[in-house]
């Protein structure tokens, strides 16, 4: 079974920026779908960003649409969420997650995300 571990959080001061990483063991991610997500103390889990499986197309919430990108380099088996323009609203704890279903085709509901990463904490600082 696919694990998947997050690296990259931090504490960082509004306006500065982050890269998450999200790496897999135990198989590969080349194939699947991968999303990030976050959750806010006392908030919901929220959906950020998605990338295809081949990354040739990417889905974005409105409210990081041009602050943050979700990218892959599936010869490292590795999601990357850069963040820019950090607000203290952006604290959360950031999780990966992939949709096993290989070559899937487009982007999958935010309910159909298999595998979860632990998370890593990102805490902006105003």
């Known amino acids: 079974q696919v694990q998947l571990l997050e690296s990259g959080g931090g504490l960082v001061q509004a306006g500065g920026s982050l890269r998450l990483s999200c790496a897999a063991s135990?198989?590969?991610?080349?194939?699947?779908?991968m999303g990030w997500f976050r959750q806010a103390p006392g908030k919901e889990r929220e959906f950020l960003a998605a990338?295809?499986?081949?990354?040739?197309?990417?889905y974005y919430i409105d409210f990081v649409k041009g602050r943050f990108t979700i990218s892959r380099d599936n010869a490292k088996n590795t999601v990357y969420l850069q963040m820019n323009s950090l607000k203290p609203e952006d604290t959360a704890v950031y999780y990966c997650?992939?949709?096993?279903?290989?070559?899937?085709?487009?982007?999958?509901?935010?309910?159909?995300?298999?595998?979860w990463g632990q998370g890593t904490q990102v805490t902006v600082s105003s």
């Open positions: 990338i295809t499986w081949s990354g040739d197309n990417t």
């Open positions: 135990g198989g590969s991610l080349v194939t699947y779908p």
């Open positions: 997650a992939a949709h096993a279903v290989a070559w899937y085709q487009g982007i999958p509901p935010n309910s159909a995300y298999d595998y």
